[in-house]
């Protein structure tokens, strides 16, 4: 079972950047598809974005498109959600997840990292 702890998260104004890391326990960590994901107070948790286990492939929501990259090193293992031009709308709890290979959901959950970001 892997373990994932996330780190990086903090204030900024908005505009500035932060980049998350979310480190995993496991070698086999290239197994799963990794995702970030964000609970803002009274929202439910959605997926900002993920990166395929098979074929690197990423998602990114339409609300981080162009500001947010999301990237892997299988050799450290690591992955991290590079944030610019970070808004007040980011504001959120941050939580890194792995999902096993054809699973449909993440099994696997950090324990989130607070980002907030100051008009």
């Known amino acids: 079972q892997v373990q994932l702890q996330e780190s990086g998260g903090g204030l900024v104004q908005a505009g500035g950047s932060l980049r998350l890391s979310c480190s995993a326990s496991?070698?086999?960590?290239?197994?799963?598809?990794m995702g970030w994901y964000r609970q803002a107070p009274g929202k439910e948790r959605e997926v900002v974005a993920r990166?395929?286990?098979?074929?690197?492939?990423?998602y990114y929501a339409d609300s981080v498109k162009g500001r947010f990259t999301i990237s892997r090193d299988s050799a450290k293992p690591t992955v991290y959600l590079q944030m610019n031009d970070l808004q007040p709308e980011d504001t959120a709890v941050y939580y890194c997840a792995a999902t096993a290979p054809y699973a449909s959901a993440p099994s696997t959950w950090g324990q989130g990292t607070q980002v907030t970001v100051s008009a």
């Open positions: 990166v395929s286990w098979n074929n690197g492939n990423t």
């Open positions: 496991v070698r086999t960590f290239s197994w799963y598809t």
